[in-house]
Structures are given as structure tokens and as C-alpha cells.
């Protein structure tokens, strides 16, 4: 089966100052049919206009550590920043909230980010590094033209201390499949049940075709994630969950998987009538909330212990020693779901970073990882 | 435009039937029919001779209606025939908007009213910010429908029974729903944070369970509250309240219930309080002590501490510790009101 790609660029709008980069040859190669205009500076605009691309030069900080709170357990993710905004869409996005630039943007200047992306593990070899594109945009979604993941794969393969994720909705990984990984790459899924699927990320690939992705870059070597996350409340969650479930688990082989996570919906406040203008067939917002500790909405914990306990009870059937965390919980929840806090374990971030030396093999003393390579 | 001269104008002459400038109030003015029976008309009204001998009026509808028992004519100001009337009115606009403290129902009429003489940038401008209205930018339109409201719901408003945020919320819903809520905050008269905190709870019920707000609000719990009439009106609200709360968080609801049972049945002493994280969100306890002596503080200690070690203390947590019933999903069965 071979994947349908829409191309979901017309125009491109690039800044001069990243006209020769690497990426914008791309764009222009393997969209042939795109309108290309150049300005000195793209203009900040409000109004969404669907199919164009902005190019544009970043002078911040590519490499930034997650945002996380001190009082639920975060996962010490580090963000390698690609761009901005997604057109999947999807109604729970907090990247609708984001009024100053809704428009898809890309960083032109591919140069600096790469350099940035070398520097910083090396100033810190001692440490493992877990970074990811998929925070402010879907990592794959414009992949197949801008190419970054050509450059990003292999780059991270000769980092000896880092492994990337990208993280996707999207079945968009078919020029993932020549590139040189080494190992050090995984590729993730955000999942969900299929009535969640089709209701509120209407326009991401189908359950089918996301599974059917990851099991091709599971044949070429990658490994892989899964993230379900935002877990909706809703009339027939149990049997819509343990469904996908199924098909995760008749799908992969679970030694290719790295880890699970598991994330109850929660948002700002502000984002629900921004759901209910922009979305007012979805019902996500109607659930039992309360306002959690960091400001955001959140599911009553019972609720939340439900989502997760189920899950984690199906997964433990299919691999018991598979790494499953929660994203952005608080320990008393741990606690009832896993009967440990993470504290005990050394912390999140130290348990993921376990997960990455026993089923990937990176972080380890290469002697190490040669013994372990001669096991396997 | 020529300046209106004061003439005698018998009021037979007068087209009662025209209001094309009118800007009605909804709520009678008891201090103006005072002062009227009082002192009679001080100010001449405003009238424009629309065809010879045929008179509309402008300004002065409630002193007009009080005379028109009691006299045959009227000293009037009086414009000539040949007045624009979409000038008139908009005079007749501006003096409204700058005269005297506006009802919400006249601030939507004159807001709609104003739309065809005026360009959109004029409205958000000068005229909203002239008539307190904020934000106007995204209220603008809501206001327009506002105006078109039908004459019971705007009285609703002009008697300040609605509070302006409710009315906004409001204005998109379909007038049925519209109705029936409003037919509810009339009953409660309850705050402006009220109105909004049930108006956005019956719109979520409503939205999560695929009914109207009408049959929410129809079903026979509700209903069997409003008719009571051993409650009173705060007491209305309370119940309200507590039912619409329910609706909207019955597992949240039954959970804090049940904790509640199990903290009372703990039956400690009023000196102390023993307090849940709220909502259960997070893992910090709290138990208050209130002492007026250093004997009376060591005596709730030592009661403390034995309560520490009872069972039904344990039990709390216990209870605490109870997750959703795994038959149903995690948010309630179907509330009875869906049922209907
Ligand atoms: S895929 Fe992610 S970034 Fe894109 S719309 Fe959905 S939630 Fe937002």
C-alpha cells in the first residue's frame, strides 16, 4: 500500500535571507507547481491563509529544554525547534491559541540549526539527550518537500549521546526510508481511539495508515513510539482504546518500541471557547474538569486514573517490561496507576533515559553497546 | 438642515402608529409619570411634520401617551416636511446616547438602529465606546441581535434582570433555548457570576448530551424546584445550582459527596476541620485547628492524634482511593434529563 501524500503547500513566502538554503532548494524542487515569493521579512499576520508556507530566518534558540512544571513529573524532552503551526487541525490543538502567527512556518536557515543541534550534546557528553521536533508543529508533515529529516537523521546518528523522536499524525515516512539512522532515531505515532480519530483529528492519517507507517520504518530499522496523548473521556473510551490497542499490538513488534506514553486531555482555560468558535461540532471541552495545579484544565484525577489504568493494564499483556509513562502527571496519580512515583526510579527523565540504553542501545559505553549488538 | 420652530399641534394630527423613532425602554419610567403628574410637561417633545397636517414624533413618547388623556394639543418642536428623517433619527440617536444612564435593551436598539446611518468603523469607534459597550469588535453583531430580541426578553433586560455578559452569551442561541433560560433567571434573579456559571455549565450539558438547553432545563428535577413554593428565591438558587453542578460533574459530584459522608462520619470535633486536596488534585491534606488557649490547642492535639488511628479515618482515604466503577465510562450514565 502505497501512502497518499497531499501536498498542503501552495505558496511559499521565504525571506531573502534563507533564499539558498538547503530547504527552500527542496521546496522548490519537489514543488514544482508552488508559487514562490520572496520578501525581505515576512510579515507577522493574523489571518490564517490556508496552503502557504512561510520561510523564514530564526534568530532564537533551536535547542530549548521542554517547558516543564515542578508539580507534574516531566519528561526532561529537549525541543529542537523547526517551525511553527500545523494545518491537521486537529480541534484540541493549543497551537490555535498562537493569533500572531497561524500561518504554516518553517526556519530557512537549516545551517544554524544543525550546528546548534552538534553543540549541544557535545558540550554535555556525560548526559543522554532526548530531543524532538514535534512540539510547535508535527514533525513529518511537510518533511516529504522540506527534507529536514534528511539532514536531522543522519546528523543524530553520529551523536553518540542524543536520540531523536519525531513525532507525527501524519503516514508522511516514506523519505525516512534511505537515510542513515544508525539506530539513534525513532519515529512516533500519537494514537488514539478511531471515534476520537475521526472526530476531532479529521484531517491527520486514519489509525490504518499510521500503524501501517510505523511498520515500515520499523522494517527499515527505526524505532518507534507511541503517544496517546490527548486520552479523551467519552461514552465507549474502554472498548475505543483497548481497540487501538489491538491494532497497535497486531501491528509492531513491541521490542521495536521504545516507549508508551499516556496523557489525559488538559488545556488552558482560554483555549475552550477558542474549541467551541472554531470547532463547535466537538465535544471535547464538555468533559469533567478541574483546574489542576499549573492553571490547566485537567480531567478529575479518578478520570484520569481510569484512562490510564486501563491502558497500562492492556499493555503489560503485550510487553511487561515496555517503558509506559505518564506525560504531565502528578505523583499521586502515578502512584495509583503504577503503584510507584517516579521519584523511586530515579525520576522521569532517568527512567526514559533507561528505556533509550535498553532498547535502543545509545548512551551506553560502546563496548557496551558492541556486547549488547553481539547479543541481539 | 432647517431648525425646528415650537408650534401648537393637535395631537388628533398625531400617527400614534409611527415609531420609526422610537427607542422603547421595556420598563416604565414611575419617576418621569411623577414628575408628569406633578409639574406637567417641562420640556416641549420633538415632532416632524411627515405631510402636511400629519405629525410624527421624534422625542417625548412617554410624555406624549401621558398627555394624550389629558389634553387635545401639544406646544411641540416642530420639524418642517422637507427634514431628512434618517438625519432626524440620527439626532434623535445621538441625544439618547448622551442624555442619561441607557438600559441594555436601549443600548441594542440604538446600536441597531445606528447600523444603517453610519459606517461600522463609526459604530465601534465612537458610538460603542459612547454607550459603555465593550469590546465592540467582537460584540457588535451579538448587540444587532440583541435588538431583535422579542419585546418580553428585552423587558428582561431593561429591568436589569440579565446581566450584559449573559445577554451576550445568549444572543447566538437559538430563541427557544433563549426562552427557556431566560425564563429561569427571571424566576432566580440571581448574580451576573451566577448567571454566567449556569448559563455555561447548561450549555456544556446541553452540547455534551445532544439536547437542548430547553429540555435541560424542562426536566422534571428542575422544574419540581422552581414550582416549590416552600423555597424561596435564594433557595431556588441553591438548589438550581447544586442540580445543574451535578448534571454537569457527576463523577466529580458523587466522589466529593461520598468523601464529605466519610469526613463526617469521622465526627471530630468543631474545633477541628480536616480538608481534602481540592478536587483531589494533589496529594496535601489539611486539618485546621482552632484554639483560643494554649489548653484548648493541646486538647485538640491529643484528639488529633487519636483520630489519626481510628478506622473511619483510614476509611477516608480508603474512600479516597476508590477509582470510577469500571462498568460505566468514566463520565456518568446517562443523566436523567436525556432520558426525557
Ligand atoms: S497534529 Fe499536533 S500540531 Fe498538528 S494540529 Fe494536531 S495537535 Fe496540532
Not at chain 1, 557535545?122 to 511537510?142: V, W
Not at chain 1, 501524519?170 to 475521526?198: F, P, Y
Not at chain 2, 428582561?156 to 447566538?172: N, S
Request: positive net charge; aromatic residues 8%.
Amino acid at each position: 500500500m502505497n501512502p497518499r501524500v497531499k501536498k498542503i503547500v501552495k505558496n511559499v513566502l521565504v525571506e531573502r535571507a534563507v533564499s539558498e538554503s538547503p530547504v527552500v532548494s527542496a521546496l522548490r524542487e519537489r514543488l514544482p507547481d508552488a508559487s514562490f515569493n520572496f520578501v525581505d521579512k515576512v510579515p507577522e499576520s493574523s489571518r490564517k491563509i490556508p496552503g502557504l508556507l512561510e520561510v523564514v530566518h530564526f534568530k532564537g534558540r533551536f535547542w530549548r529544554s521542554c517547558p516543564g512544571t515542578k508539580i507534574y513529573e516531566c519528561c526532561g524532552y529537549q525541543i529542537v525547534h523547526i517551525g511553527t503551526q500545523c494545518s491537521l487541525d486537529c480541534t484540541y490543538c493549543i497551537l490555535q491559541s498562537y493569533f500572531e502567527s497561524p500561518n504554516l512556518r518553517i526556519f530557512g536557515n537549516t545551517e544554524d540549526l544543525l550546528a546548534e543541534v552538534q553543540a549541544v550534546p557535545r558540550s554535555s557528553p556525560q548526559k543522554l539527550f532526548r530531543a524532538g521536533t514535534g512540539e510547535f508543529t508535527d514533525s513529518l508533515l511537510l518533511d516529504p518537500w522540506t527534507g529536514l529529516s534528511e539532514h536531522l537523521v543522519p546528523l543524530f546518528a553520529r551523536i553518540p549521546n542524543a536520540v531523536l523522536e519525531l513525532k507525527t499524525k501524519t503516514d508522511h515516512v516514506t523519505q525516512l526510508e534511505k537515510l542513515n539512522h544508525g539506530g539513534q532515531t525513532l519515529v512516533s505515532w500519537s494514537l488514539n481511539a478511531d471515534d476520537v480519530i475521526r472526530s476531532e483529528e479529521p484531517r491527520s492519517a486514519p489509525l490504518k495508515a499510521r500503524l501501517r507507517a510505523a511498520q515500515r520504518c520499523a522494517d527499515w530499522g527505526y524505532f518507534l513510539g507511541f503517544h496517546f496523548d490527548p486520552m479523551i473521556d467519552y461514552p465507549g473510551w474502554r472498548e475505543g482504546y483497548r481497540r487501538t490497542l489491538h491494532a497497535l499490538f497486531d501491528a509492531v513488534d513491541p521490542s521495536r518500541v521504545v516507549w508508551i506514553s499516556l496523557g489525559a486531555f488538559r488545556f488552558m482555560p482560554e483555549l475552550k471557547s477558542i474549541i467551541q468558535s472554531r470547532h463547535p461540532q466537538s465535544r471535547i471541552v464538555t468533559g469533567e474538569f478541574i483546574r489542576g495545579l499549573d492553571g490547566k484544565m485537567r480531567y478529575f484525577r479518578d478520570i484520569r486514573v481510569a484512562l490510564y489504568t486501563l491502558m497500562v493494564d492492556e499493555i503489560r499483556t503485550w510487553d511487561p517490561s515496555l517503558t509506559v509513562y505518564l506525560c504531565m502527571e502528578g505523583p499521586w496519580v502515578w502512584k495509583r496507576v503504577f503503584g510507584f512515583e517516579p521519584s523511586e526510579r530515579g525520576g522521569l527523565p532517568a527512567m526514559l533515559d533507561q528505556a533509550v540504553r535498553d532498547r535502543m542501545g545509545v548512551g551506553i559505553s560502546s563496548r557496551a553497546r558492541g556486547a549488547k549488538n553481539a547479543a541481539g | 438642515m432647517a431648525p425646528p420652530l415650537l408650534k401648537e399641534v393637535s395631537l388628533a394630527a398625531v400617527d400614534w402608529d409611527d415609531e420609526g423613532f422610537a427607542i422603547p425602554a421595556y420598563v416604565p419610567d414611575e419617576a418621569l409619570l411623577k414628575s408628569l403628574e406633578a409639574v406637567g410637561i417641562l420640556h416641549p417633545p420633538v415632532m416632524w411634520e411627515k405631510k402636511a397636517g400629519l405629525f410624527a414624533v421624534v422625542d417625548g413618547f412617554k410624555r406624549l401617551s401621558w398627555l394624550r388623556s389629558r389634553s387635545s394639543s401639544v406646544q411641540a418642536l416642530l420639524f418642517p416636511e422637507e427634514t431628512d428623517p434618517r438625519a432626524l433619527l440620527r439626532i434623535r440617536l445621538e441625544t439618547k446616547i448622551f442624555s442619561r444612564q441607557l438600559n441594555l435593551a436601549e443600548k441594542a436598539h440604538i446600536l441597531a438602529r445606528y447600523t444603517a446611518l453610519t459606517s461600522e468603523e463609526d459604530l465601534r469607534r465612537r458610538i460603542c465606546p459612547a454607550l459603555r459597550i465593550a469590546s465592540p469588535t467582537e460584540s457588535l453583531s451579538l448587540w444587532q441581535s440583541i435588538a431583535a430580541w422579542p419585546a418580553r426578553h428585552l423587558s428582561l433586560l431593561a429591568r436589569d434582570l440579565i446581566a450584559e455578559k449573559t445577554a451576550l452569551a445568549l444572543a447566538p442561541l437559538p430563541e427557544k433555548d433563549r426562552e427557556a433560560f431566560l425564563n429561569l433567571l427571571g424566576a432566580l434573579r440571581c448574580s451576573a457570576s451566577l448567571q454566567m456559571e449556569l448559563l455555561e455549565r447548561c450549555l456544556d450539558i446541553a452540547r455534551r448530551d445532544g439536547i437542548t438547553v430547553r429540555a435541560l432545563l424542562g426536566a422534571s428535577e428542575m422544574q419540581t424546584i422552581l414550582r416549590d413554593e416552600n423555597l424561596n428565591r435564594r433557595e431556588k438558587t441553591a438548589a438550581v445550582r447544586d442540580i445543574v453542578y451535578r448534571w454537569r460533574f457527576p463523577t466529580i459530584h458523587t466522589k466529593m459527596a461520598k468523601l464529605e459522608g466519610a469526613v463526617e462520619a469521622l465526627k471530630m470535633p468543631s474545633a477541628l476541620s480536616l480538608l481534602p486536596p481540592p478536587f483531589l488534585e494533589g496529594n496535601v491534606w489539611e486539618l485546621r485547628v482552632r484554639f483560643r488557649t494554649p489548653s484548648e490547642l493541646a486538647a485538640s492535639l491529643t484528639k488529633a492524634e487519636q483520630i489519626c488511628t481510628a478506622t473511619q479515618f483510614q476509611a477516608i482515604f480508603d474512600e479516597c482511593a476508590k477509582g470510577v466503577p469500571s462498568k460505566t465510562t468514566a463520565t456518568a450514565s446517562v443523566p436523567p434529563h436525556a432520558a426525557a
